[in-house]
């Protein structure tokens, strides 16, 4: 195993930013991602690590007139532990519950999931069927990013070197309905095959609003599908549209076959599970 890098462990945002401008160093959070990358050696080593877990103000989870608020060091058994995300936003608190096991729980953050950008991370398609604004923030001042800008090509992101991750926030539109569903070789421990988040908004008799069909592991970056978002705008789920929309969804996806799965595998399943969604929502 190569040699740790030293770690600096600032208490405040105001000493990581000044770290953070000081030279090169590599953010970690709960380091789940991290660690792995160094021991087993999967690309350059940092030459220093910044640890944020010590930074309370990027911790908690909280109720706002603008929705619910996470702290980028949250890590998922938080999230799971919330009565906030168990009342608000249910689907963060099911995709939190299939990542790793207790142990990557326990350490594993959301801001490392995004940050770490795999196309296979577990919350992001959440992230994209929420409408979710990512806070980042350095020495220059702090911004606001959308979930839909923030992942801008495989494993990169629209955050700048200087910056770090500091809070995610989930609007909570009335009505809003979400559901998340992972396909992995089992049903815990496992990389994801095919993720997918629903979002919508019943308007009764007027069918759908604001729907939103997004996915992990069928593409480069997590991705909304857009095919498949217009078939169920202004629907309702019956039989016929949840077939009309799978098979959209079918069509519009283009993964790739790799160690996890072959791309006919994703797509049929990614066009099964969002049937099966459809049909719940539906009761039929
Ligand atoms: C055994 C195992 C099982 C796993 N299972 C899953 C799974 O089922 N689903 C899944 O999605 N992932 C899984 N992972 C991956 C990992 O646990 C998650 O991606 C986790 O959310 C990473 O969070 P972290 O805090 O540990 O990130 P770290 O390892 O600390 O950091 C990850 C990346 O994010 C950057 N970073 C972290 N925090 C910030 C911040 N606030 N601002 C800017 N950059 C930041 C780091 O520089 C690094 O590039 C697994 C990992 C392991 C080892």
Same mark, same amino acid.
């Given at each position: 195993?190569? &040699?740790? *890098?030293?770690? $600096? #462990?600032?208490?405040? %945002?105001?000493? =990581? ?5 000081? !030279?090169?160093? /590599? ?57 906030l995300c168990r ?29 770490? &950008?795999? *196309?296979?991370? $577990? #919350?992001?398609?959440? %992230?994209?069927? =929420? ?5 980042? !923030?350095?020495? /220059? ?43 992995g070789t089992r ?63 079918? !069509? ?33």
């Open positions: 195993m190569p &040699a740790e *890098p030293p770690i $600096d #462990t600032p208490r405040t %945002l105001f000493e =990581a930013y000044e770290l953070l401008a000081a !030279g090169p160093t /590599r953010p970690i959070a709960g380091a789940t991602d991290v660690m792995v990358q160094i021991t087993g050696e999967l690309g350059p080593i940092p030459e220093r690590l910044l640890d944020l877990s010590r930074i309370g103000e990027l911790k908690g989870i909280d109720l706002t007139g603008d929705g619910l608020l996470v702290g980028a060091a949250t890590t998922y058994t938080d999230m799971r532990r919330s009565a009342e608000h936003l249910p689907a963060l608190v099911a995709a939190a519950a299939t990542i790793g096991a207790a142990q990557i729980q326990n350490r594993g953050t959301l801001g490392g999931n995004i940050a770490n &950008a795999s *196309p296979a991370g $577990d #919350t992001l398609p959440v %992230l994209l069927a =929420a409408d979710a604004v990512i806070l980042v !923030g350095g020495q /220059r001042g702090e911004r606001e990013v959308s979930a839909g800008e923030f992942f801008t090509g495989y494993r990169q992101t629209a955050l700048a070197p200087d910056e770090l991750i500091l809070q995610v926030r989930f609007p909570l539109p009335v009505g809003r309905q979400m559901r998340f569903r992972k396909v049903r815990a421990q496992a990389i994801s095959k095919v993720v997918l988040a629903l979002a919508w908004r019943d308007l009764g008799p007027r069918g759908w609003a604001d729907v939103r069909v997004a996915l992990g592991s069928v593409a480069p970056t997590p991705i909304r599908a857009s095919g498949s978002e217009s078939v169920l705008e202004g629907a309702r789920p019956t039989p016929q549209v949840a077939d009309r929309a799978a098979e959209t969804l079918a !069509g519009e996806l283009s993964p790739i076959d790799d160690v996890r799965s072959t791309a006919d595998y994703r797509r049929a399943v990614a066009a099964r599970v969002l049937h099966r969604l459809l049909r719940d929502a539906g009761g039929w």
